[in-house]
T-cell receptor, first 115, second 115 residues
Framework: DAGVIQSPRHEVTEMGQEVTLRCKPI?????LFWYRQTMMRGLELLIYFNNNVPIDDSGMPEDRFSAKMPNASFSTLKIQPSEPRDSAVYFC?????????????FGPGTRLTVL | AQSVTQLGSHVSVSEGALVLLRCNYSSSVPPYLFWYVQYPNQGLQLLLK??????LVKGINGFEAEFKKSETSFHLTKPSAHMSDAAEYFC?????????????FGPGTSLSVIP
């Protein structure tokens, strides 16, 4: 398996622009997670899905952030409008809930820089 | 509620020396425990995990961890540090085993290996 795939790997944009991050989970995994990592706040869970349905979005910082999972093999995290404080590394992870051990598999991340 | 603390945000060891990274957790139910490693510019990858059974768990790259319920600890060790071990290490906890639950990550410990 190719593992969790994220695109783009790097994104540089200007304040106010819309940013869309993409994730393809491991085939067969029914849970998908979006995390944000910064030096100041560490690793934060933003939202997670089960069977394409958002289960917990309490970590989404503001209404500027939205996430969708239209099918089992694709998810997006959108920031509109973007702000400099959104600069971070965004990780997508997936797991197969039925295994019962909750091991998560992480993608390589998208490094977002908002100027 | 579950939580994870990692003593020491940064640890330095000499090459060949013992590596000890500390993790303590709180959980109202028997936990699942994980150690993840993050190399520079990469996503997190699983080092080892404890779910049930033997309390001494062996992972990849010569690392091991021991679950001590009485101390609510899950410290990570490696007998002899290698330069390639320099990375960020995250301890994590989740509830188990019957249904999926969020994995709570600690703040991370940055390991430096001095030649």
């Amino acid at each position: 398996d190719a593992g969790v795939i994220q695109s783009p790997r790097h994104e540089v944009t200007e304040m106010g622009q819309e940013v869309t991050l993409r994730c393809k989970p491991i085939s067969g995994h029914d849970y998908l997670f979006w995390y944000r990592q910064t030096m100041m706040r560490g690793l934060e869970l933003l939202i997670y899905f089960n069977n394409n349905v958002p289960i917990d979005d309490s970590g989404m910082p503001e209404d500027r952030f939205s996430a969708k999972m239209p099918n089992a093999s694709f998810s997006t995290l959108k920031i509109q409008p973007s702000e400099p404080r959104d600069s971070a590394v965004y990780f997508c992870a997936s797991t197969q809930g039925g295994q019962g051990d909750n091991e998560q598999f992480f993608g390589p991340g998208t490094r977002l820089t908002v100027l | 509620a579950q939580s994870v603390t990692q003593l020491g945000s940064h640890v330095s060891v000499s090459e060949g020396a013992l590596v000890l990274l500390r993790c303590n957790y709180s959980s109202s139910v028997p936990p699942y425990l994980f150690w993840y490693v993050q190399y520079p510019n990469q996503g997190l990858q699983l080092l080892l995990k404890y779910t049930t059974g033997a309390t001494l768990v062996k992972g990849i790259n010569g690392f091991e961890a021991e679950f001590k319920k009485s101390e609510t600890s899950f410290h990570l060790t490696k007998p002899s540090a290698h330069m390639s071990d320099a990375a960020e290490y995250f301890c994590a906890v989740s509830r188990g085993p019957t249904s999926y639950d969020k994995v709570i990550f600690g703040p991370g410990t940055s390991l430096s290996v001095i030649p």
